[in-house]
């Protein structure tokens, strides 16, 4: 079964239970009316990201032995996310949540990182010739969750479908070992859109009366598949997995995450938290 394929199977198959899920969860809830419960968090956190196309990338078949060509070949699997959430909770055990994450790829301050390759040629200059590339999006959510008390802890499970966006800048410069350059390949803001789904558990602690802090582990299904970029003429191309494929290049950010997160309630009460407490 081709990837692609499979892709969209288990799209449709995390709708489908998503729908069946929140049918269950609607009907539970409307047994047993409870103030409604609106809030606000902010998030950061960071995960595992796949990226196995932009990782295994190669400008020129003389990237392929490092070994022989004396290459630096750097992949990047960790990653950060900053974002907001709302929460409705329309009874006690169920309700919704909504949600905004930027998606970089590396730990650094601003938020974005390179993948680089760099590959020493023999022979003539042996100048070094490279690759460069910067990954970076985003994700949106809106996704049912039920509500559960433990041991006097607030905890939550999660699962829905997400959009998600990707970007991807390229740079390659690459000198062969007679001196001359071949810079064709690099192009700036490929961009792509998928449909994915994100499942996550998460557990509320109370800092005060009015702020919560939210623990949240979860997983997300994110390739997006194909990205498209408009050329010096001003024509639109898909990104290649390298120069020799007539397959794609995705940026998949399908992976496990893990997240931290300041949750106020503003309705009725900022200290409202779950009936009976």
């Known amino acids: 079964m081709e990837a692609s394929t499979m892709r969209n199977l288990v799209g449709v198959l995390a709708i489908v239970l998503t729908l069946l899920l929140i049918t269950a969860g609607s009907t539970q809830a409307s047994e047993n009316l409870n103030t409604k419960k609106?809030?606000?968090?902010?998030?950061?956190?960071g995960g595992f990201y796949a990226m196995q196309d932009v990782n295994d990338f190669i400008p020129h078949p003389d990237f392929?032995?490092?070994a022989i060509m004396g290459a630096d070949e750097k992949t990047i699997h960790i990653g950060t996310q900053l974002g907001i959430g709302f929460s409705y909770r329309s009874q006690e055990n169920y309700g919704w949540l909504f949600g905004?994450?930027?998606?970089?790829?590396?730990?650094?301050?601003?938020?974005?990182e390179k993948y680089r390759t760099n590959a020493f040629f023999p022979g003539g200059l042996g100048a070094e010739s490279w690759a460069e590339q910067t990954v970076s999006?985003?994700?949106l959510y809106i996704t049912p969750v039920w509500?559960?008390?433990w041991k006097d802890l607030d905890l939550d499970f999660q699962i829905g479908p997400a959009i998600y966006r990707a970007s991807l800048d390229r740079s390659i410069s690459i000198i062969n070992s007679e001196g001359g350059a071949n810079p064709s390949g690099s192009?700036?803001?490929?961009?792509?859109t998928a449909l994915g789904f994100i499942i996550a558990a998460g557990l509320e602690l109370p800092l005060s009366e009015t702020y919560f802090l939210n623990i949240r582990l979860?997983?997300?299904?994110?390739?997006v598949g194909e990205l498209i970029y408009e050329n010096n003429q001003g024509t639109e191309e898909s990104v290649y997995k390298n120069s020799a494929s007539n397959s794609t290049l995705g940026v998949d950010f399908s992976g496990a995450f893990l997240t931290l997160g300041i949750r106020t309630y503003f309705l009725p009460s900022s200290d409202w938290r779950t009936p009976g407490k």
């Open 147 to 149: 509500y559960f008390t």
């Open 137 to 139: 999006g985003w994700e």
């Open 187 to 192: 192009f700036d803001d490929a961009n792509g």
């Open 64 to 66: 392929i032995n490092p």
């Open 38 to 45: 609106y809030g606000i968090e902010f998030k950061l956190g």
């Open 100 to 112: 905004f994450n930027s998606l970089a790829a590396g730990v650094p301050v601003v938020m974005t």
């Open 218 to 223: 979860g997983g997300r299904f994110a390739n």
